[in-house]
């Protein structure tokens, strides 16, 4: 029970802190219009095989649309780097 409470307290900080940054940067959006907008950028794990009979794992993110691109932007928000390659 105490991790409910406590994911459920994170997760309204969360909120707190877009609706907030929101007032600052883009003051006509909702949290939730954003996220929704946001939600359609993805994490994936593109998997290779190699020669020696292991995989290649390549975590990568979608290619965020322009207007998604925009929305980071006003946000002052970046995605993370893609990360390396890894066995």
Same mark, same amino acid.
């Given at each position: ?7 459920? *307290? ?5 909120? #707190?802190?877009?609706? &907030? ?8 959006? /909702? ?14 794990? #593109?998997? *290779?095989? /190699? /020669?020696?009979?292991?995989?290649? #794992? ?10 998604? #691109? ?7 928000? &970046?995605?993370?780097?893609? /990360?390396?390659?890894?066995?």
């Amino acid at each position: 029970m105490e991790a409910h409470v406590f994911a459920a *307290f994170l997760g309204y900080c969360l909120l #707190v802190t877009l609706k &907030s940054r929101l007032a600052a940067y883009a003051p006509g959006l /909702t949290p939730k219009a954003v996220l929704e907008k946001l939600a359609k950028i993805q994490r994936i794990d #593109v998997w *290779f095989p /190699t /020669t020696d009979n292991r995989h290649l #794992v390549m975590p990568r993110y979608t290619e965020p649309e322009p207007d998604q #691109v925009i929305l980071l932007h006003t946000l002052k928000l &970046s995605l993370p780097p893609q /990360t390396p390659p890894k066995d």
